[in-house]
């Protein structure tokens, strides 16, 4: 399983960025994927996950309205659009599949 995060950058308060994840070593249309995030000082925490077929969706509470997941099975990637970025979304983004799977993250810093 390899999991390439891709998309962060240094960007400022209101700007927006598109987060990429590729995906390969197994069937990518079978599987929940996810993005995590870790700020400094602070947990890894999830940000949101979709379902296999792209039709369910969740979002931690702190970027709902803002962030939106999403996939293409034909291109084993998923997608993380952040519009309205905030200091506190300053964080390296992880792409997840199970309890086991990581990517390496990219890190997104939002600073004036």
């Known amino acids: 399983v390899q999991l390439v995060e891709s998309g962060g950058g240094l960007v400022q308060p209101g700007d927006s960025l598109r987060l990429s994840c590729a995906a390969s070593g197994f069937t990518f249309s079978q599987y929940a994927m996810s993005w995590y995030r870790q700020g400094p000082g602070k947990e890894r925490e999830l940000v949101a996950l979709i379902s296999s077929a792209g039709d369910t969706t969740y979002y931690a509470d702190s970027v709902k309205g803002r962030f939106t997941i999403s996939r293409d099975n034909a291109k084993n990637t998923v997608y993380l659009q952040m519009n309205s970025l905030k200091p506190d979304d300053t964080a390296v983004y992880y792409c997840?599949?199970?309890?086991?799977?990581w990517g390496s993250g990219t890190l997104v810093t939002v600073s004036s």
């Open positions: 997840n599949i199970g309890p086991d799977y």
